[in-house]
């Protein structure tokens, strides 16, 4: 089943940068020369996404609306302005464009992955044979600070979103393939007080929906300076061919 269509995380503050001195929005915070959503947008494009949903913050609108719009995009963007109060709210502010496809990709726009391990991850989401609501991607390094544990078997079935830690086996990144079926529990979600994603994701599984895990070496979630740093060294890492030489890097 072809996903073609994304959701866009983009309305985070950026608090932690802010502290540290940055006074660029959160995402236009530069990864080894490329903005975050530049970044995230060229994996999006490479994978076969055509149409990307962003939502962003009103304070960051205009800034990164201006960015995207001078680079030379195939995929479509369409923009949602909207200040939330969570990243739950940003997801639900989209779901009036993604709960028509079938299954749609969610990413947030602080998630830097291996662009291979990325694609494999989409290619997967779109397998048909599959019995799982969610496609959930995981690793087991771990650099946040208030990381998501889940517990998943030995196929990657996801048992428990945020279990005890003596039975956690890694963490979510950031990057999801959903069936349109799980904004089923939007009403359940905001009658319950949920804002956040994590709790959202702890809800689905508790409630029945059938999540699945997907590995990644790693992923980081790039929330401050040393989580960039960090995401860099990742990237330079990657970019070196098996035989030793430094393949080219994404530009400005």
């Not at 996903?3 to 236009?28: I, N, T």
């Not at 939007?186 to 689905?204: I, K, N, T, Y």
Request: hydrophobic residues 40%; charged residues 25%; glycine residues 8%.
């Amino acid at each position: 089943m072809r996903v073609d269509v994304a959701g866009l995380l983009a309305a985070g503050s950026g608090e932690r940068f802010r502290q540290a001195g940055f006074e660029l929005p959160k995402p236009l915070i530069p990864v080894a020369g490329t903005p975050l959503i530049g970044r995230t947008l060229a994996l999006l494009e490479a994978g076969g996404i055509r149409v990307v949903y962003v939502v962003v913050r009103e304070a960051f609108a205009e800034a990164v609306r201006r960015y995207v719009e001078g680079r030379p995009l195939r995929l479509t963007v369409h923009w949602v302005v909207r200040t939330t109060p969570g990243s739950l709210h940003s997801f639900f502010a989209l779901a009036p464009f993604l709960r028509e496809h079938p299954r749609f990709l969610l990413t947030t726009v602080d998630a830097v992955a291996d662009p291979a391990e990325f694609q494999a991850f989409l290619a997967a989401g779109q397998a048909d044979d599959v019995s799982w609501d969610g496609l959930l991607a995981c690793t087991t390094f771990v650099q946040d600070e208030r990381p998501l544990w889940i517990r998943v078997d030995a196929e990657h079935r996801i048992l428990e979103v945020a279990p005890p830690p003596d039975r956690a086996t890694c963490v979510t990144g950031g990057l999801y393939v959903f069936s349109s079926r799980v904004f089923q529990m939007m009403e359940s979600a905001q009658a319950q007080g949920v804002h956040r994603l994590r709790d959202f994701l702890r809800l689905l599984a508790e409630s029945g929906y059938r999540l699945q895990g997907y590995h990644f070496s790693r992923i980081i979630d790039v929330d401050d300076p040393t989580d960039r740093t960090e995401a860099e060294r990742f990237l330079g890492r990657r970019s070196r061919r098996p035989d030793g030489v430094t393949g080219s890097r994404e530009s400005p």
